[in-house]
């Protein structure tokens, strides 16, 4: 049998998703609970695989086991035995040629970020942070030049495994909630480091260093080193992984602060 799980979690406590000789990441933690709760070893398969600090409200995985167990019981069972910083939100049995990776049709990214003089301490390591005023009106031009299909090798981590880097973005959008910008991606795909890499030349674009027309500019170039730094992980949010309704796949949470935006 497939179960599709639906995770949320903090990654402040993991060294990122993929498994380690550490045992100290999202999957190792995952595995080690339902291997417990299923008397066997159970391997798991994700939809996207996130950075050491990356956190998610919506990541979905797929496994395989041959135990049958309630759907409650791989929700209530795992959520028993993993760390505080994990939590299953659904369980859904799914055919066997479903794939968490390969059958999600797009992927969805929020970047909060605080944009106030003092830093954050509630909310460390849970949101990014700039200290000076950014230009709302700048940065919302800017993320518009992004749209569509591009070479976004500007944007590229140096380490990046993709095979192209040709990706087309299907929403790129900034809001404000009080202190907060929201930053919001939608791909079918994204290359390594894309999301914070793109925040970091928009901020660039906020606080005046270049205008919005900058970003035309660096996808033509699609030169890494002439956009801005990586800006930190601590404020990104795997918020969504779409698949078709043919899967019958439960409704995915709602990303942090969409009760705020009436969305």
């Known amino acids: 049998m497939r179960i599709a799980l639906c995770l949320e979690y903090d990654g402040s406590a993991f060294h990122g998703w993929q498994s380690q000789t550490s045992g100290d990441t999202v999957q190792d933690a995952l595995q080690a609970a339902l291997s417990q709760l299923a008397g066997l070893p159970v391997n798991v398969v994700c939809a996207g695989r996130t950075d050491a600090g990356v956190h998610a409200t919506a990541q979905v995985v797929h496994f395989d086991c041959t135990v049958s167990r309630p759907l409650s019981a ?20 799914v055919p066997d040629d479903f794939h968490a990776r ?22 460390q390591r849970r949101v990014g942070w700039y200290h000076a005023p950014l230009d709302l009106a700048a940065m919302q031009s800017a993320a ?39 930053f919001d991606f939608e791909a079918s795909a994204f290359l390594h480091h894309m999301v914070r890499n793109m925040v970091g030349s928009l901020v660039h674009v ?24 990586t800006f930190a992980a601590a404020g990104l949010y795997l918020s969504g992984v779409g698949y078709e309704a043919q899967w019958g796949l439960p409704a995915q949470p709602a990303p942090i602060f969409d009760d705020f935006l009436g969305s």
């Open 144 to 182: 518009a030049l992004l749209l569509g299909e591009h070479d976004f090798s500007a944007f590229r981590a140096a380490e990046c495994q993709a095979k192209s880097p040709i990706k087309a973005l299907r929403e790129a959008r900034v809001r404000q909630i009080g202190d907060y910008l929201l």
């Open 206 to 229: 906020g606080k005046g260093c270049h205008p919005p027309a900058w970003i035309d500019e660096l996808l033509a170039m699609r030169d890494r080193r002439r956009a801005a730094p």
């Open 102 to 123: 390969f059958s999600a049709r797009g992927r969805r990214y929020r970047y909060v970020l605080l944009n106030r003089p003092q830093r954050p301490a509630l909310a």
């Open 74 to 93: 791989w929700v209530r069972g795992a959520n028993a035995l993993l760390p505080d910083a994990v939590a299953v939100r659904w369980a859904h049995a």
